[in-house]
Nanobody, 114 residues
Framework: VQLQASGGGLVQPGGSLRLSCVAS????????IGWFRQAPGKDLEGVAC????????NYADSVRGRFAISKDGGENTIYLQMNSLKPEDTAVYYC????????WGQGTLVTVSS
């Protein structure tokens, strides 16, 4: 099983990025999926998720209205569209897929700076 995250980079405040996480070895439709992030010197923080049971989405208060999580079942890929980025969004972003056991991606660095 592998989750391959990509799409991070350097972006100016107010800009946008789209993160992708391609899964192999599992079928994402059977999992709860989402993104966590870890900023320098801070704890891991849940960002957004999609429930595997009912497809409902949930967002951290800090990103609600700016970020959008989605899934492409055909491509077996998780996305995180990030708009109106702020310097405090700077972090390594990790995707995950959970169904009892949790699989993690390797992380992709997002830096928001002018």
């Amino acid at each position: 099983v592998q989750l391959q995250a990509s799409g991070g980079g350097l972006v100016q405040p107010g800009g946008s990025l789209r993160l992708s996480c391609v899964a192999s070895g599992i079928v994402l439709n059977f999992y709860s999926i989402g993104w966590f992030r870890q900023a320098p010197g801070k704890d891991l923080e849940g960002v957004a998720c999609i429930s595997g049971s009912d497809g409902g989405t949930n967002y951290a208060d800090s990103v609600r209205g700016r970020f959008a999580i989605s899934k492409d079942g055909g491509e077996n890929t998780i996305y995180l569209q990030m708009n109106s980025l702020k310097p405090e969004d700077t972090a390594v972003y990790y995707c995950y897929a959970k169904a009892g056991y949790t699989y993690w991606g390797q992380g992709t660095l997002v830096t928001v700076s002018s």
